[in-house]
DNA sequence: GTGTCGGCTCGACGCCGACAA
DNA sequence: TTGTCGGCGTCGAGCCGACAC
């Protein structure tokens, strides 16, 4: 009703924890306890962050499973199964939710295929402009009045004192004092987000006069177990009620399954197969605060961004969540357009973009999606990226559901005309960014002639790319005669990806002989630190697997990990080829560590009988402001069960440990090149974890 | 070494805990740091408990993997394996163990199965008298000197104190005091069962002068999570060093696996199965304070007590441990022999008599195993349990695994001759002890004239069991009918059990034709109240299903479930069949509580969407002293995938829910009758669990 | 001999203004 | 305007003997 708010939560009704003049509430409205789940809407976005969008009840989407997979990153579910790429939905309902032990929002949609939208995609048609309009959600983008977002500092989080609250925001939202008093105060009452009550004593005192939140605070502090560098939110609604949200700081999480929501709330892939199979509906969950990308997209956007010209060279601009939760954009240029899992997803519009950015950390967001950025003027290259086809040819890329991919007319002709067409481009246009790199003596880096490679583009994160089957069968040869990458070029592509990228980092101290090129097919990773003066040159990709387990130190603090796709390759030599195994879940390895300023730090868990006490002593020199960041094994390329490597597994802090293959792709593990010395350990993409107390 | 203990650990010298003299202790003895999960020998035997005896490295036993499985009640473990009743090994190995979190004391022994003293056991040989004094470790018979039990007071659980300590225990075990000082004390240090120091400030004072931990005791109370009613133990070894240990109180558990033995240290039953097929050695835990029968006999014991001829009658009587963890003996009446699970494991000794206890609560313990009893004096009646096979004979129940049962002379001929010999004498004496009930028109019970029914038994539970498949169709026609459990006879028999317990549970305020009757193969169940004025008539077995869930109640307390084999049936009607679906993971159901004097009451999970406050307002409303028991759920026979059931799982306290079968075998379900109106749910058969904060 | 309790001490939590960024 | 700190009041943990069973 406020300012176009559009109703997505029919039931929230029942709450009625929005509204606008305050005229026609009904007398629900004063029901104090919530619907299971459902959460005030304005206080659902103020947590969610400013840039999220979420579909409109009713509206044509397009759902990626392939997005969906990263999103969750859930270990458990089976990797068995069969779906398009794109599949074109339509909006039966969408839920505002909010995890009950962290406070996480999340949205749990409806879809139902619809079989009419994929039609007008193929015919080539783009959204309408009514649904233009109405299809995308557009309450995060109205400034949602009478809020505020503090970021809490020490002092809010110390138990020393109470919490100060920013001048404006006490005037904002809270009632009014009365001022003439000595020291005007109220008891404030706030909803969060489950409907539970917090209160507060708010007073009006100190020298210079300020705003305080003082008894009650410490409790909530507690509960909610913030700490300084996560945000509360409070927000005043239109009758007058408080509610009070939780941003935590932004770090790296492990998707939502350590949250437990697509155990409790929401069904998992394998259940989006079978209502795809049936064409019944079908419920999913998003985070936003997980991932910035979406993986359910409205149809007219998701249209409109594959009708633009893109190429090689273009400009871009995208919107970015800083660690205020303000808006920032970056700019960036397209240096490349591929599959990213050409094997499982082939002609996937997921993240099929490759960029470089400007003036931003490279090292995640390489690859984003089309309808994520928009293209900065100029720049209409002779890389289309698609046309939507208006008839269909008939390819090897159908999609291997058959039941989906041909509903109606059984000619087996694929719908996905697109998808072939674009894989046709790639195969027979060439689109490479390839760039020759050469180290010269003195260790200083030389910029290849590349006219479109911005300033801000570190030597130091060169990415690299090709695609050609037969450049890549020279290349493995060149690289097993170890002959191409002993300082002159690096030119290499690994076994089983259609594109790859390459990093190369550095180390200053090492000769410049010494060189450690990564490749992997989804993300780079952070840069890895080479440990003077060995040097590894790998290529590898493997079976990811998730190693999850309940740590708990002294019976006292107890984190829960959610780790997927770590892996090493400690004393491996070259030609050394392996796969990772299940069994290896009893295993020394690493525990990796994050401070809130992102500083990383790694601990080694020892090698048993002395894991226990070794373990323990770890963890408790551990600052407390850390956070636990990941965790890998030492073992990756070998099965681990032999006899002997049973119990080594730090009894002291672990436990409830299960191992579990995610969704992922199997790659085999191919060295090329390793150190002889020691102990070289590098995870090779990325770790996640989620800390639940 | 001193009062003929024996070396069981062999790694435990490494430690040097016990020793004799002081004389010759080797240096090793000030290592800090034990040997992971390998405890002081003396310490352990303390904390067990009084009645637990080891098997000795290098005796032969007999290992019952039925025993195993109910000791584990493990409802991960996968139930597709063939292994005979009684499994012939020697013992290679005996290590005990305490395991990280709880403290609990268990023991790993591993065996090799041994095909002589299979032999001599179809020969008839007995176990020697030299193995019969060598076979069983005496150490936990013996007293320890030094040591000192004392359970815990609510003074000493208290944060207003500290911890009393009984003088001649004071005395006795730690170092003398100078009483001449007005407030003698002095700081002692002791090593519990990991090896983990703890510092205690013992001081003698107070008029009466009395001796008392104050400083570090709260710190200890904490960790450990001691509440009154558990038991520490202090010990000091023969080289001066103290020890401590700790006895929690006797209560329901889940067996090891809420603990995680099976998945940190020990292997499950499937590797066993390997093991036996390659008779190569395999290892097990035993936890000696989870259930008081013992799965790993010594084979002169084994032998020694099926030589006994045992008679439906016959006067018994048995050691037990009271909470106190003293010895007590209790006699009582042997009312039957049979196979506790004749599906699964026929012939089997394990539990196959069923017995009444003279002065005992009999809702456990009423069944046992032949070499748990010591027969009082006469009453040698007609029913000899077993006599060794001096033959083979051909029969239809040689154990499935024919790589075992036929291991050398591939004639087929099984080894268990003693098996069928025990089904045979069942079957052609027709060991019964049928009583036939009726209930008067005025409500009260009539004893069936039975001579030999002890004083103490209640009418309100009688037991009958019959094994006959002749009487068993006709009885089936009857229950069908409707007819013979309208009031008069109950003689039923369930469909799938070769022999069955019926429980009679009266409900005063109902006409007696309201009556239950409940069938189930293993364990009689609680006693359940009707509600008035319903009636159930139900004959059951169901697919049992384990349902494990971490609970957690506005973020404070976890506890975790370790829940098998509940499954009900509401709003079912008479003819009804099923099974349950591990589909049924997302549903309502019941919390059942009990508290420590085995009260039970039971909390109704509501309904969603309300599932959220209710619940919490449910666990809030549960007394402090209350544990949670078990866990049932309502739609047991009907698959739940159904939508519209999915998120109705409160949750807010369910989470990490992992919905797994069991090992037992499957059943089908028929219901017989039923009543119309509502709400009338039973749980059918065991669930257990464990507390774990 | 020892379980429980009131009295007492001490330290952590948390409310206050001072002060400075 | 608001982050941090010293001052200080309050309360619970924990040490003590009194007292009773």
């Known amino acids: 009703m406020m300012c176009g708010i559009i109703d997505l939560n029919s039931v929230v009704d029942e709450e009625s924890c929005y509204g606008g003049g305050g005229g026609g509430e009904s007398p629900s409205s004063m029901v104090a306890a919530p619907v299971v789940g459902l959460v005030c809407m304005e206080l659902w976005h103020a947590c969610a962050g400013p840039l999220i969008s979420l579909p409109k009840k009713g509206s044509a989407v397009v759902y990626l499973p392939q997005g969906h997979l990263e999103h969750l990153a859930?270990?458990?579910?089976?990797?068995?199964?069969?779906?398009?790429?794109?599949?074109?939905c339509r909006v039966v309902d969408v839920k505002l939710k909010a995890e009950q032990n962290s406070d996480e929002v999340f949205a749990q949609v409806t879809l139902v295929p619809d079989y009419q939208i994929e039609q007008k995609w193929k015919l080539g048609e783009a959204g309408e402009e009514i649904e233009e309009k109405e299809g995308i959600d557009v309450a995060g983008k109205c400034f949602t009045p009478h809020m505020f977002c503090k970021t809490l500092t020490a002092s809010d989080t110390s138990t020393h004192g109470g919490f100060s609250v920013p001048r404006r925001a006490a005037e904002d939202c809270f009632p009014p004092l009365d001022y003439k008093l000595q020291r005007p105060s109220q008891e404030l009452v706030a909803k969060d987000l489950h409907g539970v009550e917090w209160k507060f004593r708010h007073i009006y005192r100190g020298q210079p006069r300020r705003h305080l939140l003082t008894t009650g605070w410490s409790a909530f502090v507690n509960k909610k177990k913030l700490l300084s560098?996560?945000?509360?939110?409070?927000?005043?609604?239109?009758?007058?009620?408080?509610?009070?949200?939780?941003?935590?700081?932004?770090?790296?999480?492990?998707?939502?399954?350590?949250?437990?929501?697509?155990?409790?709330?929401?069904?998992?892939?394998?259940?989006?197969?079978?209502?795809?199979?049936?064409?019944?509906?079908?419920?999913?969950?998003?985070?936003?605060?997980?991932?910035?990308?979406?993986?359910?997209?409205?149809?007219?956007?998701?249209a409109k961004s594959l009708r633009h010209r893109l190429s090689c060279g273009m400009r871009f601009k995208m919107k970015f969540e800083t660690d205020e939760a303000a808006e920032r954009r970056h700019t960036g240029i397209l240096i490349g357009i591929s599959d990213m899992d050409s094997v499982r997803w082939p002609g996937s519009k997921w993240r099929c973009l490759l960029v470089r950015w400007d003036d931003f950390d490279a090292t995640r967001h390489n690859r984003v999606s089309p309808w994520e950025i928009e293209p900065c003027s100029s720049a209409s290259g002779p890389c289309s990226l698609v046309l939507p086809a208006t008839k269909r040819s008939r390819t090897g890329f159908a999609p291997p559901n058959a039941d989906y991919s041909s509903p109606r007319d059984g000619t087996g002709i694929s719908d996905?005309?697109?998808?072939?067409?674009?894989?046709?481009?790639?195969?027979?246009?060439e689109i490479f960014c390839c760039e020759t790199y050469n180290v010269p003596v003195d260790g200083r880096t030389h910029q290849p002639p590349e006219p479109r490679c911005s300033p801000g583009f570190r030597s130091s994160s060169l990415i690299m790319m090709e695609g050609s089957h037969h450049a890549t069968d020279r290349l493995n040869t060149s690289l097993q005669s170890g002959k191409v990458l002993q300082g002159q070029e690096a030119f290499v592509r690994p076994l089983y990806s259609n594109t790859t990228m390459l990093e190369k980092v550095e180390s200053p101290s090492v000769n410049r002989r010494s060189t450690l090129l990564q490749g992997f097919p989804a993300q780079l990773c952070p840069s890895v630190r080479i440990p003077s003066p060995?040097?590894?040159?790998?290529?590898?990709?493997?079976?990811?697997?998730?190693?999850?387990?309940?740590?708990?130190?002294?019976?006292?603090?107890?984190?829960?990990?959610?780790?997927?796709?770590?892996?090493?390759?400690?004393?491996v030599?070259?030609?050394?080829?392996?796969?990772?195994?299940?069994?290896?879940?009893?295993?020394?390895?690493?525990?990796?560590?994050?401070?809130?300023?992102?500083?990383?730090?790694?601990?080694?868990?020892?090698?048993?009988?002395?894991?226990?006490?070794?373990?323990?002593?770890?963890?408790?020199?551990c600052?407390?402001?850390?956070?636990?960041?990941?965790?890998?094994?030492?073992?990756?390329?070998?099965?681990?069960?032999?006899?002997?490597?049973?119990?080594?597994f730090a009894p002291s802090c672990?436990?409830?440990?299960?191992?579990?293959?995610?969704?992922?792709?199997?790659?085999?593990?191919?060295v090329v090149k390793a150190c002889t010395n020691g102990n070289n350990t590098y995870a090779v993409r990325d770790v996640l974890l989620d800390m639940a107390l």
Not at 421 to 428: A, H, M, P, S, T
Not at 536 to 559: C, D, H, S, T
Not at 594 to 603: A, F, G
């Open 623 to 648: 600052k407390s402001s850390w956070r636990l960041f990941g965790f890998s094994l030492n073992e990756g390329n070998h099965a681990i069960s032999k006899e002997g490597s049973q119990s080594q």
């Open 416 to 429: 996905f005309g697109e998808s072939s067409r674009f894989q046709k481009v790639l195969q027979g246009q």
């Open 654 to 670: 672990i436990r409830d440990s299960s191992f579990s293959p995610c969704n992922e792709q199997p790659h085999l593990a191919k």
């Open 534 to 571: 060995s040097s590894v040159l790998m290529i590898q990709q493997a079976y990811p697997y998730g190693f999850n387990f309940n740590a708990r130190q002294n019976g006292e603090k107890e984190v829960r990990s959610d780790i997927r796709t770590s892996y090493q390759f400690p004393d």
């Open 229 to 302: 560098g996560d945000a509360v939110l409070f927000l005043k609604t239109g009758d007058g009620e408080l509610r009070l949200g939780i941003r935590r700081a932004l770090q790296v999480r492990s998707g939502t399954k350590a949250l437990g929501f697509d155990i409790q709330q929401c069904n998992g892939i394998s259940s989006v197969v079978d209502s795809i199979t049936t064409k019944s509906s079908f419920s999913l969950c998003y985070n936003p605060r997980v991932s910035s990308s979406e993986f359910i997209i409205p149809y007219y956007k998701f």
């Open 74 to 88: 859930d270990p458990n579910e089976a990797s068995d199964f069969d779906l398009p790429p794109h599949i074109f």
């Open 573 to 621: 030599h070259p030609g050394d080829t392996g796969a990772l195994l299940p069994s290896m879940r009893q295993s020394t390895g690493q525990i990796l560590l994050k401070d809130n300023e992102n500083q990383m730090d790694q601990l080694q868990l020892p090698y048993a009988p002395q894991s226990m006490n070794g373990t323990k002593e770890l963890l408790s020199a």
